[in-house]
């Protein structure tokens, strides 16, 4: 195919090359999912490496698990039920998000440490947030690689969130690494007045911007193959602000 001819008097448009990216990178996400298109379940494998720019040493890491937010005892349902009184749990909004194996690069297996917090309300309940803590601090400037196994099970849509019929709207469906902001780990469970994506500074985005590179393996009748490939690369671009 040839391209267009210039035109006189307007100049041609320059193609964006980014030789450089646009802010330090601090978190890359590599995940391996396997979608299960009739269960509504996707198992994975994630690889996430954390540069530590924080200028202090590390050793206790919080992570979030946003779909655990789509559990009737989470302090987001607790602020529903708040903030719309007319609001009824319907066990079909049930989602999950369970972390099977936690493995830490040069430390080992590290699932039994895993433990659910609730940094802000107490609730014990919420399982949106879970951090680890490993046998030997990250130095700064330091890299730690962290390899995470977990399994999603997808509820029907609520809040932007969930699969209806052979569509998934999953942009929170990974575990995501806190984010290391004015001296202190923000570790935000998931409330109801700050939907995700979360709000955050323009100095937080900048320091949770990370790169995500997925490979896609689709279990499923082929008709619904495309649509659950594209939402999930649509969920998780190349390019992308995971706020935390």
């Given at each position: 195919?040839?391209?267009?001819?210039?035109?006189?008097?307007?100049?041609?448009?320059?193609?964006?090359?980014?030789?450089?990216?646009?802010?330090?990178?601090?978190?890359?996400?590599?995940?391996?999912?396997?979608?299960?298109?009739?269960?509504?379940?996707?198992?994975?494998?994630?690889?996430?490496t954390?540069?530590?720019?924080?200028?202090?040493?590390?050793?206790?890491?919080?992570?979030?698990?946003?779909?655990?937010?789509?559990?009737?005892?989470?302090?987001?349902?607790?602020e529903?039920?708040?903030?719309?009184?007319?609001?009824?749990?319907?066990?079909?909004?049930?989602a999950?998000?369970e972390?099977?194996?936690?493995?830490?690069?040069?430390?080992?297996?590290?699932?039994?440490?895993i433990?659910?917090?609730?940094?802000?309300?107490?609730?014990?309940?919420?399982?949106?947030?879970?951090?680890?803590?490993?046998?030997?601090?990250v130095?700064p400037?330091?890299?730690?690689?962290?390899?995470?196994?977990?399994?999603?099970?997808?509820g029907?849509?609520?809040?932007?969130?969930?699969?209806?019929?052979d569509?998934?709207?999953?942009?929170?469906w990974?575990?995501?690494?806190?984010?290391?902001?004015?001296?202190?780990w923000?570790?935000?469970?998931?409330?109801?007045?700050?939907?995700?994506?979360?709000?955050?500074?323009?100095?937080?985005?900048?320091?949770?911007?990370s790169?995500?590179?997925?490979?896609?393996?689709?279990?499923?009748?082929?008709?619904?193959?495309?649509?659950?490939?594209?939402?999930?690369?649509?969920?998780?671009?190349?390019?992308?602000?995971?706020?935390?």
């Amino acid at each position: 195919m040839q391209s267009a001819a210039p035109v006189a008097g307007i100049a041609a448009p320059k193609t964006a090359v980014m030789s450089k990216p646009l802010s330090e990178r601090v978190v890359a996400y590599q995940i391996d999912a396997h979608v299960d298109t009739r269960r509504k379940t996707i198992d994975a494998t994630e690889v996430l490496t954390y540069h530590d720019l924080t200028g202090h040493p590390q050793d206790t890491f919080p992570f979030h698990l946003y779909l655990n937010a789509f559990q009737p005892t989470s302090t987001l349902m607790r602020e529903i039920r708040r903030d719309r009184p007319q609001f009824e749990w319907q066990d079909k909004y049930r989602a999950l998000a369970e972390v099977k194996s936690f493995e830490v690069a040069g430390i080992g297996d590290l699932t039994s440490q895993i433990r659910f917090i609730s940094p802000d309300d107490g609730n014990p309940e919420d399982r949106t947030v879970f951090q680890v803590k490993l046998t030997r601090p990250v130095a700064p400037g330091e890299s730690v690689q962290f390899k995470i196994a977990f399994r999603d099970q997808l509820g029907v849509v609520f809040e932007r969130t969930g699969y209806k019929r052979d569509f998934i709207m999953g942009a929170q469906w990974f575990p995501k690494v806190g984010v290391w902001w004015q001296g202190a780990w923000n570790k935000w469970w998931v409330p109801a007045a700050r939907r995700l994506p979360v709000r955050t500074t323009r100095t937080a985005r900048r320091q949770s911007r990370s790169m995500v590179r997925i490979s896609t393996i689709l279990r499923g009748p082929p008709s619904l193959n495309s649509a659950y490939s594209a939402t999930l690369l649509a969920a998780a671009p190349v390019r992308s602000e995971s706020v935390c």
